[in-house]
């Protein structure tokens, strides 16, 4: 037995579908110890979306460490922390409309930023109740998990997941029915049962509840709703920012402003813990320490950060050919559909946070374990793991999109072959 499966808590997972040792990794590219290499389609679940190894954020970081500069910090002021503020200030947020926004640095983890997030809710509005969507996906500590849909995940707890109202997410009633709708109407109704919520908070595409994009309609209906009835709109951008939307904010083309939002995985740019929750400037009624936590000033993901939105987000560029590659990526995943069963399957998702889905997870699971026995790293999601979900770093190159996506093509005649002849 090694030594993974000797002490290593039964509780990991991507270790299982993977159960390789892996040793190397740059860009979209994986090496394992023995030297075999894969390509990923999995990027850290959204983790790296500059890929792995980034030279330009490895130099930073490495001139960085060389000059003794701060590693932990607590909260206290840094010159990174500075780096970090002022190009954040500069090239991210003022260029959409967010320059007067607060940044809260939470605990280094996605988690860590919706908790902080909500309890800021809760705090400035004096009300409990939090609305969160069906397949949503939020986090697994306490409040988070509150506003989180899966099961497999709640059942975790052990504990009430008290204080959040569940309502149906744009589609989940089948296309033509707004259900914006029906979260005005309950909230307008005294006798609903539903008190006054302090916020709502919501996904603009759901990573991990299967790849469901809002429409840019009903996030602006979303964000209506929250005005009329007084309620904060929080934004869990954590998956979907950070440019996987082919922006680098997931709702810019919506034209919303929420009042809160939160960012991880792929801020720091290198995989490194980070997060934060930014907010409107009225919001921002903490009082010192009210909220702390000791990991909440990763000055190397400072640095790395730092260098990615100089380096990828002074103009457009970058995201243009995000979108230039999400559009090869979708037309391919089109293709493939219409090879393999235009009926059954469905193309999800925005940008390269794109999918299909099968109808149902037995399909989807022999597709990725396939794939990557023929050299591609790709995961799962949605309530029955029926998603195939291609979360590929946006520095992915266009031959590395066409060989995952052969080999997607060949998992799928595979497997619905094996499927079919199982079945008769
Ligand atoms: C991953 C994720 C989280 C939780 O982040 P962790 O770093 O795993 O705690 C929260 N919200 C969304 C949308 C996520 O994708």
């Known amino acids: ?29 994986l090496m394992t110890e023995d030297g075999r290499e894969f390509v990923d389609f999995l990027a850290g679940a959204g983790t790296l979306n500059y890929g792995h190894n980034h030279p330009v954020l490895k130099k930073a970081l490495l001139s960085y460490i060389e000059q003794d500069g701060l590693t932990h910090g607590l909260d206290m002021y840094s010159c990174a922390k500075r780096e970090f503020l002022q190009t954040f200030h500069d090239l ?73 109202t569940r309502m149906p997410f744009d589609g989940y009633l089948g296309d033509g029915v707004d259900t914006t709708e029906y979260l005005d109407k309950t909230l307008s109704d ?21 790849l469901n994009a809002a429409s840019y309609a009903w996030l602006r209906n979303l964000q209506a709703v ?26 810019e083309e919506a034209g919303i402003q929420p009042d809160i939002i939160t960012l991880s995985k792929s801020l720091s740019g290198y995989g490194l813990p980070f997060a934060v929750t930014i907010f409107r400037e009225s919001l921002d009624q903490w009082s010192p320490g009210e909220h702390n936590g000791t990991f909440r000033g990763n000055n190397h993901a400072f640095i790395t950060a730092a260098a990615a939105f100089r380096h990828f987000w002074s103009d457009d560029t970058f995201a243009k050919a995000v979108r230039r590659k999400a559009e090869k990526l979708r037309s391919g995943l089109q293709a493939l559909i219409q090879r393999h069963g235009a009926r059954d399957l469905i193309l999800k998702g925005r940008g390269l946070m794109s999918g299909i889905e099968c109808p149902n997870g037995e399909l989807a699971e022999r597709v990725v374990r396939l794939a990557f026995s023929k050299g591609l790293v790709i995961e799962t999601s ?19 999109i066409e060989f995952g996506l052969k080999v997607l093509d060949q998992a799928f005649n595979q497997a619905l072959s094996e499927l079919s002849q199982q079945a008769s």
Do not use: W
């Open 1 to 29: 037995m090694n030594i993974f499966e000797q002490i290593e808590s039964d509780v990991r997972t991507y270790s299982r579908s993977f159960p390789v040792v892996f040793k190397r990794a740059q860009g979209a590219q």
């Open 92 to 164: 991210i947020l003022t260029p959409r409309g967010f320059s007067d926004y607060r940044v809260q640095f939470t605990g280094p983890t996605g988690t860590n930023a919706v908790e902080a997030a909500l309890k800021l809710a809760r705090k400035v509005t004096g009300r409990s109740e939090i609305i969160s969507f069906t397949n949503g996906f939020h986090g697994v500590s306490g409040g988070a998990l509150a506003c989180t849909g899966n099961q497999h995940h709640r059942g975790g707890m052990g504990a009430s997941l008290a204080d959040v």
């Open 190 to 210: 005294p006798s609903s049962g539903i008190d006054h919520p302090a916020a709502v908070i919501v996904e603009t595409i759901q990573g991990e509840g299967g």
């Open 226 to 251: 929250c005005r009329k009835h007084d309620m904060l709109l929080i934004v869990d951008d954590i998956q979907s920012g950070c440019g996987r939307s082919g922006h680098f904010f997931s709702f």
């Open 382 to 400: 949605g309530a029955h793991g029926q998603v195939v979900k291609c979360l590929v770093p946006l520095v992915i190159t266009d031959e590395q």
